[in-house]
């Protein structure tokens, strides 16, 4: 059974940084990308990273350029989400998504995704 598992989340000060990781089972998945949800909203993508044999991709809201910065660790079927200059509306509940497909520009889309973690929740405090 496939299980993702997010973990990392607390709770921070405006312009501290958190580094979340999702650790997961099974075989290697080519993509594997990061939503949120904040209270009374819908979830959102955040960033992903594909991966195949001729290199990676990464992609990225907007909202979150330049401050989060997504990676991952095939050998530990692993992916993380270092996260600066946090803000207070970066306050949700962080999901781990993944897809043994590689989805390109898909990544951004929530339906796109297979498997789920349960979330850990970031709370920013202004």
């Known amino acids: 059974q496939v299980q993702l598992v997010e973990t990392g989340g607390g709770l921070v000060q405006a312009g501290d940084s958190l580094r979340l990781s999702c650790a997961a089972s099974?075989?290697?998945?080519?993509?594997m990308g990061w939503f949120r949800q904040a209270p009374g909203k819908e979830r959102e993508f955040v960033a992903a990273?594909?991966?195949?044999?001729?290199?990676?991709?990464?992609y990225y809201a907007d909202s979150v350029k330049g401050r989060f910065t997504v990676s991952r660790d095939n050998a530990k079927n692993a992916v993380y989400l270092q996260m600066n200059s946090l803000k207070p509306e970066d306050t949700a509940v962080y999901y781990c998504a993944a897809s043994y497909s590689d989805l390109g520009s898909r990544s951004l889309s929530r339906g796109a995704y297979t498997y789920w973690g349960q979330g850990t929740q970031v709370t920013v405090s202004s």
């Open positions: 099974g075989r290697t998945f080519s993509t």
């Open positions: 990273i594909n991966w195949s044999w001729s290199g990676g991709r990464t």
